[in-house]
C-alpha cells in the first residue's frame, strides 16, 4: 500500500501485521563490552606457551627465487622454527587454492610475483624477535621484468607471470561476457546519441583498522586444531583448511572473535593464516600470527581495478536505450577474486543499474599482473560499486551531453514500480522497487532547486561549486544455491534457535558480525518473531563448534539471508509452541491465535499461554500433545529465493577553491531504501560508514605502484583514508519497499552507502568543472588531480 | 605492528648530561624527543641505533616561549601544543597558529617538539618554513659550548643538519621588528598529511606604509623548506599591492624546484607555490593593519 | 633493564627492553587490551591513552619513556563501577561499530572534555582528527561527545530513544 508521509510525497509502506521488530532504534547489545575496552580481538589473545610467526616478504615485484639462506636465523636464541617455500613443498602446503579456482603461493618456492609476496616465516619465544630474525635470512632473487600496466599485460612481449600453470604462455586469467552484443550494436546503430567514456576505477583498499591475524592452536593428542582468526566467513574457512591441509573438518574448529572491521578485506584465506597453522602443527604450540599495516596494504585483498569504457546510447530526447562496456579488470598475481563461482566478474552484471534499457552488453577480459591478488573487498557487494560508478558516470556524461538535469534524466528512465519484478537485459530479476519517490525525498532533503539556483550565482562570480547525484540499485544477499556457490559450497545459511525452559533464548548464526551489530538485530528478529524481549535472547555467532554452517558476513548478506533465516527458524518454534499451548488450553490449534508473545483461545480473554509459560511446559514434567517432542527449538537452513535488491537516491554538493583546486564536500543527502527496517540506528550507521568510504575514494585512497612494482601505499601515511574533518554531518532519509520474497521483507543495506557514494562526489566535482568543460575526471580526485583536470588535461590515475 | 631493532634506552635529565653523554657515543647515540618522526623511522627500520637517549625530561629546561625586547626565545622541547596555545606567541607572529593548526593532528601535538621538528629536516615539514620565513636563528649546545646558525645554514639537505653527533639543539631566537605580521598556508590531501607545498609570508612596513623587509618561505618544493631571497628584493620599498603579490607569485613559482610524486604533479606544486604565495603575503599585510582575510 | 610507572592509578613494575613501545607495555605485559594498535606509522590512533592527563599514540611512545610518569587507558575511565559519561554517550548515540578505534575516541574525547566542556561539532572533529574510524563516519561519535558534553552540563534533553524515530514510512535524520 502507499501513504502520504509527512512531507507530502507518497512512499511505500510496509503492513503493520510484518512490521518486523516492534524494537526499532535499540541500543546495541554488544557495547558494554567495547567501551569498557573488553571487546576481544585476535590479538588480544594470550594462550600459554604461545609463540610469535613474523613473515618474510619480497622486496621485488617479479623474481626468480634462487636461494633461501635461513642459517643465522635458525641460530638466533629465541627463534623456534624458521619455514621456507621449499620446506612446505615437501609436505604438498607451498600452494593453496583461492576462491576463484586459481591456486597461491602460501610461501614462494619458484618466482616472487609481487612485492610483498610472502617468501618465509619464523616463529619466536617473542614478537620482537620473530621480526629480529626476518633480518638475518638471505633470500638471492633474480630480478626478472615486471607487469605494471594492465593496459600492456596482454602484449606478446609481456613477460609471463603464471608459468607455474601448465602451458601458460600469456598473461591472460580469463574472458566473460553478458548481455547481447548483436542486440546492443543495433540498439546503438539507430540511436540519436552516443556517449563514450573511459572510467578508471582505481585499486584500492578495505584497510580495516584491525589488520588480519590468527592464533593457531594444534593440540598433538587429540588432533584438534583451534583457529581463532580474523574471518568474515568462518565456516567456509574451516571448509577449506579440511580440503588444503588433509585434516578432518570435525578436528577443526575456527574461532572468529571479535572483528577490528572487516570490509571484504576478511574474506579470503591468506597464506599467513596457513603458515600460522604450519607453525603450530611443527611447535606444538599455540602461534600467533598478526600482520602489520604494510603487510595488510601490500599483500591482503584489495578492490575495484577495472579500467573501463563505458557507451550509453539515448534519444535526443533523454530516453536512455542500451548502455555497452567494455572492460579490463587487473587481477594481480593470483586470482583470489571471492566470488559466487559462476560470477567471475562478480555481480558486475547490474551495470544496467536502475534504467528500463532495450540492451546492454558487456565484455570483459580479465589478466594477470605483478600486483598482490584480490579483487572482490572492500563493501563492494560483489563488484556493484564498479557497476554503478560505470553507469552512473556515464549517464552523468549523457545528461552533459543532452545539456539536461541529471536528475530530470534518471526520472525520466526509471524502472516504472508496477515493472516489477523487472529482469535486466544481463538477466537479473530485481526483486522490487519504487525509484522516483526516493529521488524525489533526496531533491527534497536537499533543497535541490534552491542549490541549483546558489550554484548559478556563483558561477558569475567564478566560485566552483557542483551538485553531484547519484541513484543506485543493489543486488544483494547471495544466494540462491542453483546459481551460487563459493568452490561448491552453496550460499544458504543455517541459524538454530533454542528456547531454555525459563522462556529466555540462544539463537546460533553462521554469519559473523565486524561491527555491523548482528548481536542486536538478530536478536531484534527474533524478539519481534517470538515476543521474548531481546534483552532475553543470547546472539552466538563466530566459532564453527557453536554455529550450524553457512557462508559468512559479506557482500550484504547477513539481514537477507541469515536475517531470514532467523526469522523463519523463529515462526518454526512457534509452530511448535503452537502444538503445545492448545495442549496447555485444552483446544485445537485452530482455535489458537498469536499475540505477540502468547497464544490465545479465540473469543476468550482469558483463556492464554506466554510463550514463556509454553518453554517452562516443553522441557517440563507432565504430557505434550500427542507427537510432540519435548524441548523448544529448531534448526533451519534458508537457501534464499532471489537476491534482494535495495536502492538509494545520492546527492552531493562540494565546493572547490579555484586557486589550490581542492574540494570541499560540503553536504552530503543520502536516501536509502532496504526493504523493511529493523533497528534505525543501526541502519543509519552503515550508511554513515559507506558514504566516509566513498569520500575516501573519490577524492583520496588509491593503492599506487610505481613502474617497477614497488607499492607506493604501503602506509596510512600514504594510502589516505578520511578523517572527521573530511566528511560533512551525513544528512539521510529513506523509503521502504520491501522485498517480497524476504520473510519480513528486509534487503540489506552495509553497503549500499560505499557503492552509492562514489559516483555522487565525482559527479559533483565534475559538475563543479563544468565550467572548464570538463565532462569526466578520475578518481581519486586529489587537489593535483583536480588542478590537472582544470588545465584540460586529466590524468588517467595508472 | 613492526617495531623496533634492539637499543639500549638511556635518560638525561640536563642539557649538560646530555651532550656529555653524546660525546661519548658518537653517532651510536640518537636523541629522541617527541619521537613521532623518529621511532616509526625505527619501527619501519630505515633508522637505527645502538643508543636512543630521552631527552624528554630537558622539557623542564628547555620548553619555554620567552618575549624579550627585540626577540623571541623558544626553548627546542616547546611541545607543538604549547607553540599553537600561546597567544603571546600568536600576536607577535601569528604564522605560527597558522601552521600549529595544521601540523599533523592534536594528539602527535602533543608529544612533537619545535627541536625535533626542525632536526629531522624533512622538506615538507612545516615549522622549518615557519622558522625559514621569521629568518630564526638555532642555537647549538655542544661540549664545547653553545653556537648559533642561520635556519640557512641549519638545513644542510634532507634530513641533514648542522647539528653534530655530539651537539643538541637547545633554542629557536626570532627577531622581532615592528609594524611587521605574518601568515601560512598549506595545502595538503587530507588533514594530517605532510604539505603537498605550503608557504608562510612574514612582511614588515616602514613609517610610510612601504614594505621594509619581506620574506616568504616555502616547504615541500626543494631538498629542504627554503627562504625566497629574490622576493624580498622585489618588495622592499614598495607599497603593498595585488599586483606585487602577484609578482611575488611568479618568484616564488620560479625559484623552486618541485618534483611529482603522490602528493601533486610538478607543475601543479608550481603552481601551488605562486598561488599560495600571493595569500599568505596578502594575509600577513592585511594583519599589520588588524585585519583578517 | 627495569620500568615503574602509574597505570590506571596502580603503580606496576616489569623488566622489559629499552625498545619495547608502550602499546606492547599495556597489552602484552599488563593484559591491557583495551588500547589496540592499528598502524606502525602514527597515523591511526587506535592505541592513544594518556600520558600525564594528555592524549598520546602509545605506539610511538616507549614504554621506558613512560617510566616514572602516569598513564591511563580505557579501562580506566569506568569509575566506582560507573561508566563514564563518555563511554556512555557512544553507547547511546552509537557512536561504535566494530570498537576498535572506540578506546582511543573516547580517551581523546575524555581529555576533550575536561578542557573545553562544550566543544562545537568542528572542535569535536578537530580533536578527533588524529585518529581513524573505518565504520562510523564520524557523525555519531561527534554526537557521542556531544551527548556526554550535555550530561555532565545538566543540560540533556532529549530522551536517545526519541531522537530517532522509528518509522516505516518515510522520513529523515540527520
Redesign the interface.
Known sequence: MTTVASNGHRTAFVDNDRKPTGHGRMLRKEDPRFVRGKGRYVDDLQLPGMLHLAILRSPLAHARVLSVDTTLAEAHPKVRLVVTGAMLAEKGLAWMPTLSNDVQAVLATDKVRFQGQEVAFVVAEDRYSARDALELIDVEYEALDPVIDVRTALSPDAPVIRDDLEGKSDNHCFDWETGDAAETDAVFARADVVVSEDIVYPRVHPAPMETCGAVADYDAVDGKLTLWSTTQAPHAHRTLYALVAGLPEHKIRVVSPDIGGGFGNKVPIYPGYVCAIVGSLLTGKPVKWMEDRAENLISTGFARDYVMRGEIAATRDGKILAIRTNVLADHGAFNGTAAPVKYPAGFFGVFTGSYDLEAAHCKMTAVYTNKAPGGVAYACSFRITEAVYLVERIVNCLAFELDMDPVELRMKNFIRPEQFPYRTKTGWVYDSGNYAPTMELAKQLAGYDELRAEQAEKRVRGELMGIGVSFFTEAVGAGPRKDMDILGLGMADGCELRVHPTGKAVVRLSVQTQGQGHETTFAQIVAEELGIPPQDIEVVHGDTDQTPFGLGTYGSRSTPVSGAAAALVARKVRDKAKLIASGMLEVSVADLEWEKGSFRVAGDPNASVTIQDIAMRAHGAGDLPEGVEGGLEAQICYNPENLTYPHGAYICVVDIDPGTAKVTVRRFVAVDDCGTRINPMIIEGQVHGGLTDGVGMALMEMIAFDEDGNCLSGSLMDYLIPTALEVPDWETGFTVTPSPHHPIGAKGVGESATVGSPPAIVNAVVDALAPFGIRHADMPLTPSRVWEAMQGRPVPPI | MQVPAPFEYQRVSTVDEAVTLLDRLGDTARLVAGGHSLIPMMKLRLANFEYLIDINELHDELGYIRAEPGRIRIGAMTRHRELLESDELAAAFPIFRDAERVIADPVVRNRGTLGGSLCQADPSEDLSAVCTTLDASCVIHGMNGERVVSMEDFHQGPYETAVGDAEILTEVRFPVRPRGSSAYEKVERRAGDWAVVSAGAAVWLDEAGLIADARVGLAAVGPNTAGIAGIADALRGQAPAEELWARAGDIAAEACSPVTDRRGSAEYKRHLARELTVRVLRRAVARIDGQEV | ?QVTMIVNGEEVTREI?????L??FL??HL????????????????C?VWLDG????S????A??A?GHEVR???G??QNGQ?DPI??G???C?G????????GM?M?ARALLDTNPDPS?EE???????????????????RSIRWAAAEEAGTRTTA??TE???????????
Open positions: 633493564m627492553e629499552g625498545r619495547l613501545l602499546v606492547h597489552r602484552d593484559q591491557l587490551t583495551g588500547t589496540h594498535w592499528g598502524c606502525d606509522t602514527s597515523n591511526c590512533g587506535t592513544v594528555e592524549p598520546v599514540k605506539c610511538t611512545v616507549l621506558a619513556m617510566g587507558t580505557v579501562e575511565l569506568e561508566l563511554q556512555r557512544f553507547m547511546e552509537h561504535l561499530q566494530c570498537g576498535f578505534c572506540t578506546p573516547m581523546t561539532d569535536i572533529r578537530e580533536a578527533i582528527s588524529g585518529q581513524i574510524c573505518r565504520c562510523t563516519g564520524y557523525a555519531t561519535i561527534v536517545p530513544d530517532h524515530t522509528v518509522a516505516t514510512t518515510s522520513g529523515s535524520a540527520s
